[in-house]
């Protein structure tokens, strides 16, 4: 047997407080971050009467997205999938330049720990009295740091769990009814599991999620390069470390500084590691030492790993755009444009008015009593507007082929209400001298026209003869 | 132990491990991680006591909350039909011709008599309704008995040529083989072929005509354009329930056809009836 336990209880990280350009920026983006979140389904947005005037807004229950102009509709789901692929690619853009800068500074685990920590430090001090706090006995004073501690995060979990719903609803009423109990089930079961899971990886959970339950570390391995800019400690310059009376000759003190603050309790000075989410906070902290010391700064920094033959002989490094810049990255943007370029295309060419048209080819077509053939289709009509629309639907080949509308007695008009899709079963008509009865395949477009607002749209699809 | 190794670059224990020189150092696991694999066993107990989950001798074990999927389904299927309640009232109620095609209501009979139409009807007149040698096409214009909505639902509740339902729609045609020559058939046919086809034997056709007016005109109709009330189809246009060539027209006089359809009235509730007839009228022949 091992003289060890196979399981360690979780050391506890006590990062300290730091001050300095990094931990600034990371302010500043955690207050642009959790503004966006908290405050965008407030913002509302004027679409007249008949549809919300929610900005953005996730509307499940009638299948529709609205972002500010924008609408989505269910069968324009591709305008998502774009959206998540470009934010894969940018991922991969950022990873393979700056390392893991989205771990670092926005990625929610990070920002919401962030605050958490705040809270921690405002309650129960800096890191020596917290670790003082954490190894004392359970007295009254303790109980009271560590109970306010919980109920502060409590509350904070849960305006990020309500924060989430918003997105679903609109937002006031939904505030409203949340208030008085009457909101739907759903709404609660969220909210109250938004709420468990921010307390939890928030408060408990912190680094152990970035490194157990995230997938993203492992990944980001094969994304880096010795070109990538990441933290990084310049063991050239720093090693060999001790304290100064030791009349060690490298720049690094070993006071520490740079593992105290580390949130995720690691030593950069040993080097690349999984655990680190490259936050800089280690950066500013020996930035400080070396401050006071009087040595430059940049003892810990951003740089690319394959600069360091260059630094240990001391010629001047390669510049940071030319590490920014190299083909993996220019590929990358190639792409990342090339899709976003595509999408915005895509949303300028949409209409308000749209039909897709699907032929029934069971059976491919009808004969008649008198020879004329028969083709079935289903077309469906939306109207994405917020007003009803008299639609008049025709084909390009008016004279050969005759166009019926179910259950519509011979007219070829359909009433549309507002922001709706509506399902025509459309039978078109070859007489029997027509070449399209006889003949295998004739090409067909259908038009749908507004006539008062002048708009139109058409569907190619093809007539089934007899053939 | 004797023969336990210390790995010398970070001071911890191997297990023993080697793969190709590279051996696995004992680092341990997080506590936590262990309590959450005891609390997941925990909850597979649990959740195997409270639904069915032991495979027993005859069926699994029930679980105290009594959980089924049948009984999910059954609700699920109860909620409908409580939500579907007042359009089914409505439907009973309301004169099916009189319906109308932008409703509700219709599009409800329309999707119930859907389901019908491909559970008890597919079979013969297949799954797009369109029929096949010996059962009628439903898509187009040409009706043995009519199709406007009260004689479709005629046909679907007493069927044809039965011999279960009293008000069946009954009608026989005889076989001529027992009573003209086979001569006197070839010249019917060739008449019949002459009314829609460009290429026949006038001669024959001639001929055909006379035998024709005396046999075959009293339900077919002097023009071969059928008759309705006995479900005789109309021989001069396009359609042929067994087949327009030669061949088979001679095979249809000689041993005639007698197609049947089962009274559906007997099988299927009123209302399910009601809304395959308003499903079959919708496909483009009604009337
Ligand atoms: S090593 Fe530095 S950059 Fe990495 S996680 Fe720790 S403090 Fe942040
Ligand atoms: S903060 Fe800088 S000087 Fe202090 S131990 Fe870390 S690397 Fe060395």
């Known amino acids: 047997m091992s003289s060890q336990s196979l399981y360690a209880a979780q050391e506890p990280v006590f990062p300290r407080r730091v001050k300095g350009k990094f931990r600034n920026l990371k302010w500043w983006i955690m207050a642009v971050t959790l503004g966006i979140y908290y405050l965008t389904p407030w913002i509302r947005w004027d679409r007249g009467p008949n549809l919300p005037d929610q900005a953005v807004l996730v509307d499940m229950a009638s299948r529709r997205f609205y972002f500010f102009w924008i609408e989505i509709w269910p069968h324009e789901f591709y305008f998502v999938a774009g959206l998540l692929i470009m934010a894969g690619l940018g991922l991969f853009l950022f990873t393979s330049a700056l390392g893991r800068v989205w771990c670092g500074y926005t990625c929610p685990q990070t920002v919401w720990t962030d605050l958490f920590i705040l809270v921690e430090r405002w309650i129960e001090g800096d890191r020596n009295a917290r670790v003082r706090l954490y190894h004392g006995e359970w007295n009254i004073r303790k109980w009271r740091l560590r109970l306010t501690k919980w109920v502060v995060w409590l509350a904070i979990a849960v305006a990020t769990g309500g924060a989430w719903v918003f997105y679903f609803t609109d937002a006031p009423t939904l505030l409203r009814d949340l208030g008085n109990y009457s909101a739907h089930p759903v709404a609660y079961g969220t909210i109250a599991i938004l709420t468990a899971t921010t307390f939890l990886f928030g408060g408990f959970a912190r680094e152990q999620i970035c490194i157990y339950a995230c997938p993203w570390p492992r990944i980001q391995a094969a994304m880096m390069d010795p070109d990538t800019i990441t933290v990084a400690y310049r063991d050239w310059r720093g090693e060999e470390r001790g304290k100064k009376h030791e009349n060690k000759t490298g720049d690094c003190i070993d006071c520490m500084a740079c593992v105290n603050v580390c949130p995720m309790g690691i030593d950069i000075r040993d080097g690349q590691q999984m655990e680190c989410i490259t936050c800089a906070l280690c950066i500013d902290a020996c930035d400080d030492v070396m401050g006071k010391i009087g040595k430059p700064r940049g003892l810990i920094d951003y740089l690319a790993l394959s600069d360091e033959p260059a630094e240990r002989a001391g010629t001047p490094a390669t510049p940071i755009w030319k590490h920014v810049l190299r083909p993996r990255t220019l590929l990358y943007t190639a792409m990342w444009v090339s899709i976003g370029v595509g999408l915005l295309y895509a949303l300028f060419i949409r209409t308000d008015l749209e039909l897709a048209v699907s032929p029934v080819r069971n059976p491919t077509y009808v004969l008649q009593s008198d020879g004329a053939v028969r083709n079935i289709y289903d077309i469906r009509l939306r109207n994405k507007t917020g007003d009803a629309r008299i639609l008049h639907l025709s084909l390009t080949s008016d004279e050969i082929l005759r166009i019926d509308l179910e259950g519509r007695d011979g007219l070829r008009q359909l009433e549309i209400p507002a922001d709706t899709t509506i399902l025509q079963r459309v039978y078109v008509t070859a007489r029997p001298n027509d070449a399209a009865a006889s003949l295998h395949i004739t090409d067909l477009t259908f038009w749908v026209e507004d006539l008062d607002a002048n708009v139109r749209a058409n569907q190619a699809t093809t007539f089934n003869g007899r053939e | ?287």
């Open chain 2, 1 to 287: 132990m004797s023969d336990l190794k210390v790995d010398e670059e970070t001071g911890v224990e191997t297990t023993g491990h080697v793969w190709d020189g590279i051996e696995e150092l004992n680092n341990p696991l997080p506590r936590w991680w262990l309590w959450t694999l005891y609390a997941c066993i925990v909850w597979a107990i649990a959740y195997s006591i409270a639904y069915p989950a032991w495979p027993m001798l005859s069926g699994a074990t029930s679980g105290v909350l009594g959980y089924s999927s049948r009984g999910e389904v059954a609700e699920d299927i109860a909620a409908h039909e409580a939500k579907n309640q007042g359009l089914v009232v409505e439907f009973a109620a309301v004169e099916l011709a009189a319906l109308d095609p932008a409703s509700d209501l219709n599009r409800y009979a329309v999707a119930r008599g859907g389901s019908v139409f491909r559970a008890q009807c597919s079979q013969c007149h297949g799954s797009g309704a369109a029929g096949g040698v010996g059962y009628p096409n439903l898509l187009d214009n040409d009706w043995l008995w009519g199709g406007d909505m009260d004689n479709i639902t005629h046909s679907i509740r007493h069927g044809i040529r039965n011999d279960t339902d009293d008000d069946a729609r009954y009608s026989e045609m005889p076989a001529f083989s027992e009573i003209l020559e086979t001569e006197e058939i070839d010249a019917i046919v060739e008449y019949v072929t002459s009314l829609s086809m460009p290429e026949f034997d006038a001669g024959m056709a001639e001929m055909g005509t006379v035998l024709f007016q005396d046999n075959c005109a009293s339900c077919h109709g002097e023009k071969a354009t059928g008759d309705r009330d006995l479900g005789a189809p109309n021989l001069a246009d396009a359609i042929w329930l067994y087949g327009g060539d030669r061949e088979a027209l001679k095979y249809t006089v000689e041993n005639a056809r007698f197609g049947v359809m089962p009274a559906w009235g007997q099988r299927l509730t009123d209302a399910d009836v009601r809304a395959v007839s308003v499903y079959v009228h919708s496909l483009g022949g009604g009337e």
